[in-house]
């Protein structure tokens, strides 16, 4: 009896090790870490880049200018009664939400178990009667849900960018399916190429559904996405039907854009 060690196990445990030294998981998914820094908390895969970053004192700060920019679906939708969010990360934009929107039902879907683990470093409130975080492929879980948001924040990303799964035609179809008859989604697009993405929405939305802006002091774009008519209001009305708790803490978001909006409906002969 030979105590050499078969081939494929060697090749097993080195897989193994592999995997640990790279902070991959048994299931094949980067694990990420938390980095404490200069007054802030961020949440890495690796240290080059960041993946969510909040204030350490104030974890329900919107602190990266796109995560404010998506709230921008407020001006179609000022009250959302279902909010839905794939991607969670350091959970900013649900801690934003749950904190300011109280009649809103919020509802999260994030495909990396060792990410939604973390939650309680980055102050994100526990699953309540208004608050769901499911750990589930984002694609499937969007497409279950046929006319379920009137709201739909849409930032996942990997180490690589953004999932093949949420990168195809089918996914935004899916997205458009789910919102309802005036439902209205935020895709936030840090690629090489967000034309792509805004080609896929314009595909599934139609060419005059969708508003695309670029992040003032990032190399973000936002990209909006509606069903149902742009509403027939001026720039300031826009923002006034905001409710106070959110309108007051985007000061520096919300006009701008719905001075955007207003010049798209006008330019689109909408």
């Not at 902070?23 to 694990?31: A, I, N, V």
């Not at 970053?53 to 919107?62: E, I, S, W």
């Not at 909010?83 to 039902?105: C, D, E």
């Not at 854009?257 to 207003?262: E, Q, S, T």
Request: some cysteine.
């Amino acid at each position: 009896m030979s105590g050499a060690r078969d081939p494929s196990t060697r090749r097993g445990l080195f897989a193994g090790w592999l995997d640990r030294v790279r902070g991959r998981g048994p299931d094949g998914l980067r694990r990420p870490y938390v980095r404490h820094h200069d007054g802030f908390v961020s949440l890495q895969f690796v240290r080059a880049q960041t993946q969510s970053r909040m204030v350490a004192g104030d974890p329900g700060r919107l602190l990266v200018d796109y995560t404010r920019t998506m709230f921008g679906a407020l001006l179609w939708q000022p009250a959302p009664r279902v909010l839905g969010m794939v991607g969670l990360g350091g959970g900013s934009q649900l801690k934003f939400a749950h904190a300011h929107m109280p009649g809103t039902r919020i509802e999260v879907v994030e495909n990396n178990p060792h990410v939604v683990a973390l939650r309680q470093a980055f102050g994100v409130p526990d699953d309540d009667a208004r608050l769901a975080v499911v750990v589930d492929d984002g694609a499937r879980f969007v497409a279950a849900r046929r006319n379920a948001f009137d709201v739909l924040l849409v930032d996942g990303y990997d180490e690589h960018g953004i999932p093949a799964v949420l990168s195809t035609q089918a996914f935004y179809d899916d997205c458009r399916d789910s919102l309802g008859a005036d439902g209205v989604m935020a895709c936030n697009l840090y690629v090489r190429d967000p034309d792509t993405h805004v080609a896929k929405l314009r595909q599934a939305f139609g060419e005059a559904q969708v508003l695309v802006v670029d992040e003032p002091k990032m190399s973000n774009r936002v990209a909006f996405a509606w069903r149902g008519a742009l509403p027939a209001l001026d720039a300031e009305a826009l923002v006034a039907r905001v409710p106070e708790a959110v309108r007051t803490r985007l000061t520096d978001v919300l006009p701008r854009l719905a001075k955007r909006i207003v010049r798209h409906r006008t330019l689109s002969g909408i």
